[in-house]
């Protein structure tokens, strides 16, 4: 098991299809023909490395220029891993989400909603040697959206991963629990796989909790592993 | 152990991590043969595609300091991107088939619940005759719209069609 062994193919169901009649924007934009399988080949295999000197880290979106935004502080910490349990060490993940009171710091937005000059809503970490990661952010504002008449999506942050290979690209939500409109959300329930999809709702830790300072949450990503899938010990 | 981390969509407000200039690979200060890459992206109805973030990733020439192999670049509201890298070679492919000089391209947007992968590939270049993943398509026309044609000196063009006629042939990788 080498970097030109393939990435497994993900497990059925625990992708979300193209075309999702529930989430009204995938009308126009899935494709119709099947899709071209490609074996993976170096160009799949390899990725880009992206480096803290060129892309410096940023932790904290909870304040700007010393001045903190408004809401509830929150850590967020957890650990990238494949599908192996393998920690994805020293990997980029992207950070982005609306504010507390669920407007994002961007003209594109124009929900009537505050924009906080202390909250930029953006960042950036580097996972450690064992996969793991750490930032401090502002629990997000839930925000309604046009996609069926008293749409609101849930509480949510956005994340992008790199992982090793252009193949293990990962652009994804993190949820919390025990919110409300997470049974409603059509983003949230296009995964068929039910333990597929409650994986992308946090939970809260104790133990990432900082006496007071902020609520902590835990959230593991799994990129994709290396090879087949491995046979479960006695299955 | 549990399988991949599900995707969900990059939504519309994506831009927060857009960075003047990412989409110029050669930005760190790479020399070599310099090109651009541009395009439309056209949704099924064929209305401009204006929230979309393309990622365009190349194995050659290999990454180094000065030169990242990765950049993003943010559709406009006529739909268009446009890349500045430098022109790729062959890459081996599996066994011992060589592959023709391509980039590889992920979009991401709303609406896509997950990222749509394809290629761009260069109009005129010898390989692309016998490149495994052009000779597995049979269909010229659908051949067509994974090979970027030249529209100036060192310029290239590929429109992307996500949906309907002309749709351009998406990969699962």
């Known amino acids: 098991m080498n970097d030109t062994t393939p990435f497994r193919p993900y497990a059925a169901g625990t992708q979300p299809d193209y075309d999702v009649p529930a989430y009204g924007s995938t009308k126009k934009r899935h494709p ?204 | 152990m549990a399988s991949a981390t599900a995707s969900q969509t990059i939504g519309p407000f994506w831009h927060l991590l857009d960075e003047t200039g990412s989409g110029d690979l050669t930005r760190f200060g790479a020399t070599g043969e310099r090109i651009t890459l541009g395009g439309v992206i056209r949704d099924g109805d064929g209305a401009p595609v204006g929230d979309a973030c393309v990622e365009i990733w190349q194995s050659d020439p290999p990454a180094s300091e000065s030169f990242l192999g990765f950049g993003r670049c943010a559709t406009d509201a006529e739909g268009r991107f446009r890349f500045t890298t430098l022109k790729p070679g062959p890459v081996p492919g599996r066994g011992n088939a060589l592959q023709a000089p391509h980039l590889a391209i992920a979009i991401f947007a709303r609406g896509l619940l997950k990222g749509l992968v394809t290629r761009a590939y260069f109009a005129g270049e010898r390989l692309n005759e016998t490149d495994p993943l052009l000779a597995a398509i049979e269909d010229p026309a659908r051949r067509a719209t994974l090979i970027a044609r030249p529209e100036g000196a060192a310029q290239w063009r590929l429109d992307i069609r996500l949906q309907g006629d002309g749709e351009t042939v998406f990969l699962e990788i």
């Open chain 1, 32 to 235: 119709m023909q099947p899709l071209v399988p490609l074996p993976h080949t170096v160009t799949e295999l390899s990725g880009p490395r992206f480096t803290a000197e060129r892309f410096p880290a940023a932790a904290d979106l909870s304040q700007r220029h010393g001045r903190a935004a408004m809401g509830e502080r929150i850590i967020v910490a957890g650990r990238v891993v494949d599908e192996d349990g393998r920690p994805v060490p020293h990997t980029m993940i992207e950070i982005w989400q609306a504010n507390a009171a669920g407007r994002y710091q961007i003209d594109r937005d124009q929900h009537d909603a505050p924009l906080d000059a202390n909250f930029h809503g953006a960042g950036r970490v580097f996972t450690d040697a064992q996969g793991r990661y750490r930032f401090v952010s502002i629990k997000p504002g839930a925000y309604p959206w046009r996609n069926h008449p008293n749409a609101w999506r849930p509480n949510h942050i956005h994340f992008s991963l790199f992982g090793p290979g252009f193949a293990t690209r990962l652009v994804t939500q993190m949820y919390f629990p025990g919110d409300p409109l997470l049974p409603l959300d059509p983003v949230f329930n296009c995964i068929a796989d039910t333990a597929a999809r409650d994986r992308l709702v946090a939970s809260f830790d104790l133990a990432i909790t900082q006496p007071d300072y902020a609520l902590g949450y835990r959230f593991d990503f799994v990129l994709r592993g290396r090879g087949a899938t491995p046979v479960e010990a006695g299955a």
